[in-house]
Nanobody, 116 residues
Framework: QVQLVESGGGLVQSGGSLRLSCAASGSSLDRYAVGWFRQAPGKEREGVSCATTRSDVTNYADSVKGRFTISRNNAKNMEYLQMNSLKPADTGVYSC?????????WGRGTQVTVSS
């Protein structure tokens, strides 16, 4: 099993930046595809970004393309989400996940609030 713990959320003004971190334990993250999803109050969960095991392929939701960057450090068992030019619409709880075949793990999330 993989345990995931997010950090780095907070309150930021519109146009600001945050860097989310996700620490993995219990298994080596380099065998998993990783990603982030978010959920805003009253809205459905939305996939934000994902990356293959070597980050040779990354994908982003249209709403964050050009502003967010996913990365990973397999040696440290970490994944990250750099978020720039934040908008109030980016407000939500951000959770990281790890995926390998039928195994899917996710963290409890970290709150990101963007004020206008």
């Amino acid at each position: 099993q993989v345990q995931l713990v997010e950090s780095g959320g907070g309150l930021v003004q519109s146009g600001g930046s945050l860097r989310l971190s996700c620490a993995a334990s219990g298994s080596s993250l380099d065998r998993y595809a990783v990603g982030w999803f978010r959920q805003a109050p009253g809205k459905e969960r939305e996939g934000v970004s994902c990356a293959t095991t070597r980050s040779d392929v990354t994908n982003y939701a249209d709403s964050v393309k050009g502003r967010f960057t996913i990365s990973r450090n397999n040696a440290k068992n970490m994944e990250y989400l750099q978020m720039n030019s934040l908008k109030p619409a980016d407000t939500g709880v951000y959770s990281c996940y790890a995926l390998r075949g039928p195994s899917f793990y996710w963290g409890r999330g970290t709150q990101v609030t963007v004020s206008s």
